[in-house]
């Protein structure tokens, strides 16, 4: 088992910054891709980024393509989300999850087995 925390949602403006964290702890982290899903009202969850196991590589939803980093520390078993020039339309519960493996080949919602309780990030325009 793994427990997922997220922390750093809240309300900004267009063009602000805000950076998600998301605190692992239980099973092994270090080994496994970490991936950052977000979900509007009424919308179905959709994939925002995803790193590998040990950092080396990253992908991204066209959507934040530029805008948005994804990082990770595993000596604190951590994975970051670092989001610049939020627009209106990144608002959204924004979730962290485990997958089931440690590439970043991982980008469906089923190929995550362990997931935080969201945070909310809200962009006001």
Request: net charge positive; glycine share 12%.
């Amino acid at each position: 088992q793994v427990q997922l925390v997220e922390s750093g949602g809240g309300l900004v403006q267009t063009g602000d910054s805000l950076r998600l964290s998301c605190v692992a702890s239980g099973r092994s982290f270090s080994g496994y891709a970490m991936g950052w899903f977000r979900q509007a009202p009424e919308a179905e969850r959709k994939f925002v980024a995803v790193i590998n196991w040990n950092g080396g590589s990253t992908k991204y939803a066209d959507s934040v393509k530029g805008r948005f980093t994804i990082s990770r520390d595993n000596a604190k078993n951590t994975v970051y989300l670092q989001m610049n020039g939020l627009k209106a339309e990144d608002t959204a519960i924004y979730y962290c999850a485990t997958a089931t493996g440690s590439s970043t080949y991982y980008t469906r919602s089923t190929e995550y087995n362990f997931w935080g309780q969201g945070t909310q990030v809200t962009v006001s325009s």
